[in-house]
């Protein structure tokens, strides 16, 4: 399986971007799909998560009301979308993929992607 994030960039505080991940490999249906974040000096985390056939979701709160995740079948490929983005979204993103779809807010996920770097200027 490989994972393939592009979308991010420079954007000022209040604006939005929209990342994806491509995804292709095995068949990834029974899949759970993560975004995650790691800023400088601090630890990777959670930020949102989809089950890939049912479509339900997971959000952290920072990030609620602000942020949606999404697929879309026919591109193998799973959004992040960002609006009212904050100078503390500052951070590299990750996506991720859990084989066992379970959507956890863990680091267990069993594939990731090299990462696209999101700035938020204030």
């Known amino acids: 399986v490989q994972l393939v994030e592009s979308g991010g960039g420079l954007v000022q505080a209040g604006g939005s971007l929209r990342l994806a991940c491509a995804v292709s490999?095995?068949?990834?249906?029974?899949?759970?799909m993560g975004w995650f974040r790691q800023a400088p000096g601090k630890e990777r985390e959670f930020v949102a998560g989809?089950?890939?056939?049912?479509?339900?979701?997971s959000y952290t709160d920072s990030v609620k009301g602000r942020f949606t995740i999404s697929r879309e079948n026919a591109k193998n490929t799973v959004y992040l979308q960002m609006n009212d983005l904050k100078p503390e979204d500052t951070a590299v993103y990750y996506c991720?993929?859990?084989?066992?779809?379970?959507?956890?807010?863990?680091?267990?996920?069993?594939?990731w992607g090299q990462g696209t770097q999101v700035t938020v200027s204030s």
């Open positions: 991720a993929a859990d084989t066992l779809g379970r959507m956890v807010g863990t680091l267990d996920y069993d594939y």
């Open positions: 490999g095995r068949p990834f249906s029974g899949y759970a």
């Open positions: 989809i089950v890939w056939s049912a479509g339900s979701t």
